[in-house]
């Protein structure tokens, strides 16, 4: 269960709520893959796109997180 940050009461005229406060942050880390920028694809080391089989240079690369199987959502620099 997440740690209390904060308790008290909230008071609207008559009335008053307890109220708890938790932090909103999680400690697990978030990884991204590298894909190629035209397909979407998930590059392979030496940067190999399976789906257009052919070797992909750094400038079409884009960083992008897998929310189900094959399926991403793209960042680009200033969104990291």
């Given at each position: 269960?997440?740690?209390?940050?904060?308790?008290?009461h909230?008071?609207?005229?008559?009335?008053?709520?307890?109220?708890?406060?938790?932090?909103?942050?999680?400690?697990?880390?978030?990884?991204?893959?590298?894909?190629?920028?035209?397909?979407?694809?998930?590059l392979?080391?030496?940067?190999?796109?399976?789906?257009?089989?052919?070797?992909?240079?750094?400038?079409?690369?884009?960083?992008?997180?897998e929310?189900?199987?094959?399926?991403?959502?793209?960042?680009?620099?200033?969104?990291?």
């Amino acid at each position: 269960m997440a740690t209390t940050v904060w308790k008290g009461h909230l008071t609207f005229g008559l009335i008053s709520m307890p109220v708890r406060m938790f932090a909103a942050a999680r400690g697990e880390r978030i990884s991204f893959n590298q894909l190629h920028k035209e397909c979407h694809s998930r590059l392979k080391q030496p940067l190999f796109c399976p789906v257009c089989n052919r070797n992909v240079e750094r400038s079409e690369i884009v960083k992008g997180y897998e929310y189900e199987k094959d399926q991403y959502v793209l960042f680009n620099e200033e969104e990291l």
